[in-house]
């Protein structure tokens, strides 16, 4: 099992159990979440794919073992040091390659899709803290 999350929780008594989240789990909650954002605006589809490939990168043992540093060993990690965000882009873009050129309404969708997953961590924001 590839964890997306893991939860450290500490009982009454002092006792320490963890909760995992999987990434199947995890992204399969997210896509239903952000097609039922998305619903009203008739792009519920194109939320669902993102929601499904937004964290696909987490699906690594290098991304395992570094969650259960963090969170289980409890080691020093610097966070970000395992990029889990692109793999979803590098994804959809590689499934995309052999149609580009098609529909430019395709290859505009997908640019989006891919945008929206690689961007899902603030990664792009183009807004500085001035509003600039």
Same mark, same amino acid.
């Given at each position: 099992?590839?964890?997306? +999350?893991? =939860?450290?929780?500490?009982?009454? $008594?002092?006792? /320490?159990?963890?909760?995992?989240?999987? /990434?199947?789990? +995890? #992204?399969? @909650?997210?896509?239903?979440?952000?097609?039922?954002?998305?619903?009203?605006?008739?792009?519920?589809?194109? *939320?669902?794919? *993102?929601?499904?490939?937004?964290?696909?990168?987490?699906?690594?043992?290098?991304? %395992?073992?570094?969650?259960? $540093?963090?969170? &289980? @060993?409890?080691?020093?990690?610097? =966070?970000?040091?395992? @990029? +889990?965000?692109?793999?979803?882009?590098?994804? &959809?873009?590689?499934?995309? *390659?052999?149609?580009?050129?098609? @529909?430019?309404?395709? $290859?505009?969708? &997908?640019?989006?899709?891919?945008?929206? &997953?690689?961007?899902? +961590?603030?990664?792009?924001? #183009?807004?500085?803290? %001035? $509003?600039?």
């Amino acid at each position: 099992m590839y964890p997306a +999350h893991i =939860r450290k929780e500490i009982s009454c $008594d002092g006792k /320490v159990t963890y909760s995992f989240q999987s /990434v199947a789990e +995890h #992204c399969r @909650n997210t896509a239903k979440y952000a097609s039922e954002a998305l619903k009203a605006v008739g792009l519920e589809k194109t *939320a669902y794919l *993102a929601g499904l490939l937004h964290d696909c990168g987490k699906h690594t043992f290098r991304f %395992k073992q570094y969650v259960e $540093d963090a969170v &289980i @060993n409890e080691k020093e990690v610097k =966070r970000g040091t395992v @990029n +889990h965000t692109f793999a979803g882009v590098k994804l &959809i873009l590689a499934k995309h *390659a052999k149609y580009v050129g098609a @529909n430019d309404f395709q $290859d505009l969708t &997908i640019e989006l899709i891919a945008y929206a &997953i690689g961007a899902h +961590h603030g990664l792009f924001d #183009c807004i500085k803290d %001035k $509003d600039e």
